[in-house]
């Protein structure tokens, strides 16, 4: 298991635009080859937009992504003529394929966060998708087949334990909360990959959310 912390993240993001962004996987100008995937998952960005806040149409491809909320609201419009309000708890699941454009925006009064995560597809091209689903149920899986993924979310009671799925790669993100995870204590922010996962659970320290990957070879 390799454990990452939430202030060992890359900063990006566009301070005086309101856009704050931290990255757990090599991004941008923060070029790390060492930690360019785990997996599928090619990047977990969590960003917080101020009110008005937002990032302009940009095209994606060979993509995909997989947007949650942790508060406030998301704005969505892309190039196929999806226009939706992503919400906490909505899982939101853009399949870019050979290519499409989108536009991502905090039109509300509140602060928004949201966590989206890469995901790279074992066949590139297709046409592109989407897809919302609102308000997904607790240890509800979710599943990626373009890219032999599967997301569980899991928000769990302090004491409360969870399964960590058995699978060649799992990737395991703190959205909210603290978690017990083998021998270390996780907070929201921090992550950790395991390889090979046989056996494992999660037991939580406090309330917390938490999003688990699992993926095959």
Not at 156 to 170: K, Y
Request: glycine share 12%; net charge negative; aromatic share 8%.
């Amino acid at each position: 298991m390799d454990v990452r912390r939430a202030d060992e993240r890359y900063p990006g993001g566009e301070p005086e635009a309101g856009i704050e962004s931290w990255h757990a996987f090599s991004f941008g100008p923060h070029y790390d080859p060492g930690n360019l995937r785990f997996g599928a998952v090619i990047a977990c960005n969590e960003e917080r937009l101020a009110p008005g806040a937002g990032f302009d149409e940009h095209p994606h491809s060979h993509t995909e992504i997989v947007t949650w909320v942790v508060e406030g609201e998301l704005t969505h419009r892309d190039s196929t003529g999806h226009e939706t309000r992503v919400r906490a708890g909505d899982v939101q699941h853009l399949s870019a394929a050979a290519g499409v454009r989108h536009v991502e925006r905090n039109d509300g009064s509140s602060p928004l966060t949201f966590l989206q995560m890469w995901l790279a597809p074992r066949e590139p091209g297709g046409e592109p998708s989407y897809q919302i689903i609102p308000g997904i149920a607790d240890s509800t899986p979710y599943a990626v087949p373009g890219a032999g993924a599967m997301l569980h979310i899991r928000r769990l009671t302090a004491g409360e334990r969870t399964a960590v799925p058995d699978a060649a790669f799992v990737y395991v993100h703190v959205v909210r909360g603290a978690v017990r995870l083998g021998a270390e204590r996780l907070a929201a922010g921090d992550s950790a990959r395991i390889t090979g996962a046989e056996g494992w659970e999660t037991v939580a320290a406090t309330p917390a959310e938490v999003l688990l990957w699992e993926m095959g070879e």
